[in-house]
Antibody, heavy 122, light 107 residues
Framework: EVQLLESGGGLVQPGESLRLSCAASSLTFSSFAMNWVRQAPGKGLEWVSAISGSGDSTYYADSVKGRFTISRDNSKNTLYLQMNNLRAEDTAVYYC???????????????WGQGTMVAVSS | EIVLTQSPATLSLSPGERATLSCRASQSVSTYLAWYQQKPGQAPRLLIYEVSNRATGIPARFSGSGSGTDFTLTISSLEPEDFAVYYCQQRTNWPPITFGGGTKVEI
C-alpha cells in the first residue's frame, strides 16, 4: 500500500527548532515532487513548501521563507522540513503530500500523510 | 498571490439532495484548479483536478466545472459520507499554491 508517514512533531518554545520527517513507502519517490501543507487548529489549509523530485528546486510560502528548509533523501524515500525560529503562528498539523503528476514541480496533491502536530508555545 | 474565495461557508442539506459549491479566483487560474474533501481528524483527499477530472476512486456523483475565475463542485446526490469540508486549490501562479477557505457541507 502506498502511504506517507510523518514524524517529528511536538511542543516547542518560540525561537526553537524542529525537524519533521515524512517516510514514503511503495512509490517511485524520486519521480514526484513533495510538499508540506499545514493546518492551524480549526482553520483551513496552507501550503508551506515544495521540492522537486530530484531535490534541485525548492519553493516556499512567504510566511516561512528564510526560517524553514525543505529537503529530501531519495535513497531513503524520506522528505524533511527543518523549521527554525518557530513562532506561535506556526502551530498547526503539518501534512506531507505527494504531487499528482510525474516530474511536475508544483502540482495538486494526490497522496497525504496522516499529519504531525507542531505546537509552539511558551 | 491568487486568492480563492469559496461560498457558501456552510451548506446545510439532507442526504439525497444536490450540493453546489463555488470557488472564485482573484485572477484567472486557467484550468489549474482542484477540489479536496476533508473529514474531521483526517487528511484531505483529492476529489477533482484540472477543473473536471475525477481522481482515482472518486465516485461519479462528484463533478467539477468552470474556467478562468469561477468554478463549481457539484455533488449530484449527497450520501451520508459526503458531509465534510471541501477546499479548492490552484497551482497556476505559483508559488505560492493557494487554497480557498473551505465550505462545510452539513446535515
Amino acid at each position: 500500500e502506498v502511504q506517507l508517514l510523518e514524524s517529528g512533531g511536538g511542543l516547542v518554545q518560540p525561537g526553537e527548532s524542529l525537524r519533521l520527517s515524512c517516510a514514503a513507502s511503495s512509490l517511485t519517490f524520486s519521480s514526484f515532487a513533495m510538499n508540506w501543507v499545514r493546518q492551524a487548529p480549526g482553520k483551513g489549509l496552507e501550503w508551506v513548501s515544495a521540492i522537486s523530485g530530484s531535490g534541485d528546486s525548492t519553493y516556499y510560502a512567504d510566511s516561512v521563507k528564510g526560517r524553514f528548509t525543505i529537503s529530501r533523501d531519495n535513497s531513503k524515500n524520506t522528505l524533511y522540513l527543518q523549521m527554525n525560529n518557530l513562532r506561535a503562528e506556526d502551530t498547526a498539523v503539518y501534512y506531507c503530500a505527494k504531487g499528482l503528476q510525474w516530474l511536475v514541480n508544483l502540482d495538486f496533491f494526490d497522496l497525504w500523510g496522516q499529519g504531525t502536530m507542531v505546537a509552539v508555545s511558551s | 498571490e491568487i486568492v480563492l474565495t469559496q461560498s457558501p461557508a456552510t451548506l446545510s442539506l439532507s442526504p439525497g439532495e444536490r450540493a453546489t459549491l463555488s470557488c472564485r479566483a482573484s485572477q484567472s487560474v486557467s484550468t489549474y484548479l482542484a477540489w479536496y474533501q476533508q473529514k474531521p481528524g483526517q487528511a484531505p483527499r483529492l476529489l477533482i483536478y484540472e477543473v473536471s477530472n475525477r481522481a482515482t476512486g472518486i465516485p461519479a456523483r462528484f463533478s467539477g466545472s468552470g474556467s478562468g475565475t469561477d468554478f463549481t463542485l457539484t455533488i449530484s446526490s449527497l450520501e451520508p459520507e459526503d458531509f465534510a469540508v471541501y477546499y479548492c486549490q490552484q497551482r497556476t501562479n505559483w508559488p505560492p499554491i493557494t487554497f480557498g477557505g473551505g465550505t462545510k457541507v452539513e446535515i
